[in-house]
C-alpha cells in the first residue's frame, strides 16, 4: 500500500476532524488538510520536474512542513528529511547526497536556506512555507502553480518514498532510503504491537523529521490529531497533555528525564495518556520505574535505528507492569522486548553464526522493515549487509522468553585491562544516583589499563555530588574493573539534533589525533 493512501483516506473518512493544532492555537482540519496537499502536490508536477525528483524540507514542527511532505509524496517524489537542529553543514551534505531538487524551508530558516542554495547546486526550487521570500515563491503563491496533476501512482512498495538521515552520533549521517514497503511494514508493527485509540492525539514535540513524524504517520490510519509544538519544555508538554486529552507521545529518554525532575510534575492531569513511547536511547530502569509509577501503565519502548525503523523490537506496557511488581521478571526494564510482528531479529558473532539465547553477540535484523540501502552508497550498504542480515552496530543478547537486551554500541565498548565493559552498563549506575540527570561513559587513554572507563556526568538542577561519591556508588553496584576511573562534571552533555548524547563529541576531548576518536 501507498503511504500516501492512508492520509487520503483519514480525510475521507473524517474530513471535519482537525488534523493539526498549530503551536499558536490554529486548527487545521483533515478537509483543509487535503486541499492543501493536493495543490502543493499539483504544483510539483506542473514544476516539470522528474518522476524520481527529491523534495527536502527545512522547518520546525509546524503544519506547513508536514503537509509539503504529505505533498511530496502525493505527487511521486522522495521526501528528504532535513532536521532543523542539524548543523547546516550536515543538512547541505544530506540535501546533496539525496540530489534533492526542491526545498521548502520556514522563514525561521531563511539565513539557512541561502547557505543551502549557494552551495547545493542541484537544488532548483526554493518555496517558503509562511511567507513570501527573496530566494522563491511563498506556499501560497506556490499553489496557484496547478497545470500539473498528481500521478496516479502504480502499487509499487519498492518505490522510495523517504530519504530519511541516520543518528549521526558516529559520524557523518547517511541516507536511509525507505520504500512504501518500509512505511507499511512501520505502520503495520506498530499497530499490531502499541496502544490504540479511535481516535488518537498525538503530542509532536520532538522532531518531525524524526521519531515524532514517524509516529504521525503510523497514527494516520486513524486519523490522529496532531498537537505540535517547536519546544520541548517540560512544563509546556504537561500543560499540553491535559488541555488537549493527549492519548501517543514520542520522546527520547533525555527529555523523560527532564519531565521526572520537572517540579511541575503533578500539577497537570496526564490520564489521557494511552502510550507514552520511549525511543532513540536505551533508558535507566530506575527512571522507567518513576515513569510507570507516575505516569501509569502506559509506557512502552521500541527499538529500531534509521536502517530500521523504530519497531524491530517492542516492550508494552503490560511487560513494564510485570517487571515492576514481580521481582522475578524485574530485568525486563532493561529489556528492549521482543521482535514485533514483521520482523525477524537474531544474535550474531563476527563469523556469521546465529548465537543461542544468553550469548552476547551484533543485534541484525532482516525483513520488509530494513531499509532499501543507503541512497547511492552500495559500498556503505554491502558493509551493514552481511550474512543476508542487516546488521544494527548494537551488541546485546537474548533471553529464554525472547526478550532481547541492548548492552552497548559495537563501537563503544571498552576493553580495559582486557576485559570488556559496557559503558550502558556503567551509566546504568550512575543513573541510579540521585543526583545524576544525564551522563556518558566512555573509555579514554591509559599506558596501565589501555582505556580506562571514564564518566562525564550532567547533575539534576540544584543538586550536588563529588566524582569519589560517584565513584563509590558504582564500585558497590559494579565492582571495581567496571566502575569508573575518573568522572568528570559538566554543565550539559553534546546531544544530537534528536536529543542522543553525542559519544564521538565527547571523545573527541580525550582522544584526539587516535584511532578512536571517531
Not at 502543493?40 to 520546525?60: Q, R, V, W, Y
Request: hydrophobic share 40%.
Amino acid at each position: 500500500m501507498q503511504l500516501i493512501t492512508n492520509f487520503l483516506r483519514s480525510a475521507a473518512r473524517h474530513p471535519d476532524r482537525i488534523a493539526f493544532v498549530q503551536p499558536d492555537g490554529t486548527e487545521i482540519s483533515y478537509a483543509a488538510a487535503a486541499r492543501t496537499v493536493d495543490s502543493i502536490a499539483h504544483a510539483l508536477t506542473a514544476a516539470g520536474f522528474s518522476a524520481d525528483a527529491k523534495t527536502a524540507i527545512l522547518s520546525p514542527n509546524d503544519s506547513t512542513g508536514f503537509l509539503a511532505m504529505l505533498a511530496t509524496i502525493r505527487a511521486g517524489f522522495a521526501w528528504v528529511s532535513l532536521n532543523p537542529r542539524n548543523t547546516i553543514d550536515d543538512n547541505i551534505a544530506l540535501a546533496e547526497t539525496a540530489e534533492a531538487s526542491v526545498l521548502f524551508f520556514h522563514s525561521d530558516f531563511e539565513d539557512e536556506a541561502k547557505r543551502i542554495r549557494a552551495e547545493a547546486q542541484q537544488l532548483k526550487l526554493f518555496v517558503c512555507l509562511d511567507r513570501p521570500s527573496e530566494l522563491g515563491p511563498s506556499l501560497t503563491e506556490f499553489q496557484t502553480l496547478n497545470g500539473g496533476v498528481p500521478a496516479n501512482l502504480p502499487e509499487d512498495n519498492t518505490r522510495p518514498c523517504t530519504i530519511f538521515a541516520t543518528g549521526g552520533t558516529t559520524g557523518r549521517s547517511k541516507g536511509a532510503v525507505w520504500t512504501n514497503q518500509t512505511w507499511e511494514t512501520l505502520t503495520a508493527n506498530f499497530w499490531t504491537s502499541a496502544p490504540r485509540s479511535e481516535h488518537p492525539v498525538h503530542l509532536c514535540v520532538a522532531p518531525m523529521t524524526h521519531g515524532a513524524g514517524a509516529l504521525a504517520l503510523m497514527l494516520i490510519p486513524q486519523a490522529p490529531t496532531n498537537v505540535l509544538m517547536t519546544k520541548a519544555e517540560p512544563r509546556a508538554i504537561l500543560q499540553a497533555i491535559e488541555r488537549y486529552r493527549v492519548t501517543h507521545m514520542f520522546l527520547p529518554p533525555t527529555v523523560l528525564y527532564a519531565l521526572l525532575s520537572s517540579p511541575h510534575l503533578k500539577e497537570f492531569d496526564t490520564s489521557s495518556l494511552l502510550c507514552f513511547l520511549i525511543s532513540a536511547a536505551p533508558v535507566s530502569p530506575d527512571r522507567l520505574r518513576e515513569a510507570v509509577e507516575v505516569f501509569g501503565p502506559v509506557m512502552c519502548q521500541a527499538f529500531g535505528q534509521a536502517e530500521a525503523p523504530f519497531f524491530l523490537t517492542y516492550l508494552s506496557p503490560e511487560d513494564h507492569q510485570l517487571a515492576i511488581t514481580s521481582k522475578e521478571h524485574a530485568q525486563l526494564l532493561r529489556s528492549c522486548g521482543r521482535p514485533t510482528m514483521f520482523s525477524e531479529v537474531e544474535v550474531m558473532d563476527d563469523d556469521g553464526n546465529i548465537l543461542p539465547c544468553g550469548e552476547t553477540g551484533e543485534i541484525v535484523a532482516r525483513g520488509n522493515l530494513v531499509m532499501a540501502g543507503y541512497y547511492k552508497d552500495p559500498a556503505m550498504t554491502e558493509s551493514v549487509s552481511q550474512f543476508g542480515w542487516h546488521h544494527t552496530g548494537d551488541i546485546g543478547y537474548r533471553d529464554k522468553a525472547g526478550y532481547f537486551y541492548i548492552v552497548d554500541r559495537k563501537k563503544d565498548m571498552i576493553i580495559s585491562g582486557g576485559f570488556n565493559v559496557f559503558s550502558t552498563e556503567v551509566e546504568s549506575a550512575l543513573l541510579s544516583h540521585p543526583s545524576i540527570e544525564n551522563c556518558a561513559v566512555i573509555g579514554v587513554p591509559d599506558e596501565k589499563w589501555g582505556e580506562a572507563v571514564k564518566a562525564v556526568v550532567e547533575l539534576k538542577t540544584g543538586a550536588e555530588a563529588t566524582p569519589e561519591e560517584l565513584i563509590a556508588h558504582c564500585k558497590k553496584l559494579l565492582g571495581s574493573v567496571k566502575a569508573p576511573k575518573t568522572v568528570d562534571i559538566w554543565d550539559a552533555l553534546p546531544r544530537s539534533p534528536v536529543g542522543k548524547i553525542l559519544k564521538r563529541a565527547i571523545r573527541n576531548e580525550f582522544w584526539s589525533d587516535r584511532d578512536r576518536a571517531v
